[in-house]
C-alpha cells in the first residue's frame, strides 16, 4: 500500500500554462529551479520589470491616498525611490535615471 501511494505522489496531473511554457522556451534551467525543484533560480535584474513593478506600486500608493485624503502625494520622486530600491539596481545611474 506504501507503495502505491508513493507511486500516486509521483504521477500527479501535468499543469501547463502560458507563463510555464514561456519559461520553458526562454531558459529550461529556470523552469526546472520554479516548476521542479520549486526553488528560486538566481534572480538577474531586469529593468523593465522594476519599472512595472514600481509603476503599479506607485499607482496603487496614488488611488490609496486619493480615497483616503483626497488628494494625491505630494512628492511622487520620493514614492518612485521607495519602489525602486537602488541596491537591485546595477549602478547608480541606472537608478536615477528611473526615479527622476
Request: hydrophobic share 40%.
Amino acid at each position: 500500500m506504501a507503495a502505491s501511494l508513493d507511486r500516486s505522489a509521483m504521477l500527479r496531473p501535468l499543469r501547463l500554462s502560458p507563463t510555464s511554457l514561456h519559461r520553458w522556451r526562454e531558459c529550461p534551467h529556470a523552469y526546472w529551479h520554479a516548476y521542479i525543484r520549486k526553488s528560486p533560480a538566481e534572480i538577474l535584474f531586469n529593468r523593465p520589470m522594476e519599472r512595472g513593478g514600481a509603476i503599479h506600486n506607485l499607482l496603487k500608493a496614488c488611488f490609496d491616498n486619493l480615497q483616503a485624503a483626497g488628494e494625491f502625494p505630494g512628492d511622487l520622486a520620493a514614492l518612485a525611490a521607495e519602489y525602486l530600491p537602488p541596491d537591485r539596481y546595477p549602478d547608480r545611474e541606472t537608478w536615477r535615471e528611473d526615479v527622476a
